[in-house]
Nanobody, 123 residues
Framework: QLRLVESGGGSVQGGGSLKLSCVAS??????MGWFRQVPGKEREGVAT???????KSYADSVKGRFTISLDNDKAMSLQMNGLLPEDTATYYC???????????????????WGQGTQVTVSS
């Protein structure tokens, strides 16, 4: 069974940067992605990347600030710059076994999830 492990969360002041990483235990499938969730709110898509042709998709709220990258066929990262207090959330790495996983960013197209890592941005 595929497992995903995130790392790199933490606390930072507004305007700062963090880099999240995700490592998979085996074959991933078609896409990997980052999602985030705040207690009491729905899970929000942040960014996705195709494992086969490198295509990327971003939520409007993070465009120009966040960059998703494939490190190899089992690992990806999310470079987050210009962090804002509203970026505070638990960030989840996810993998998709479905073809239509890149855009629009849809958590229902992702079938394997990591345990989450907390990102806190202070003002």
């Amino acid at each position: 069974q595929l497992r995903l492990v995130e790392s790199g969360g933490g606390s930072v002041q507004g305007g700062g940067s963090l880099k999240l990483s995700c490592v998979a235990s085996g074959y991933v499938g078609y896409c990997m992605g980052w999602f985030r969730q705040v207690p009491g709110k729905e899970r929000e898509g942040v960014a996705t990347v195709s494992m086969h042709f490198g295509g990327k998709s971003y939520a409007d709220s993070v465009k120009g600030r966040f960059t998703i990258s494939l490190d190899n066929d089992k690992a990806m990262s999310l470079q987050m710059n210009g962090l804002l207090p509203e970026d505070t959330a638990t960030y989840y790495c996810a993998a998709s076994a479905y073809r239509d996983c890149l855009e629009p960013i849809n958590s229902e197209r992702y079938n394997v999830w990591g345990q989450g890592t907390q990102v806190t941005v202070s003002s």
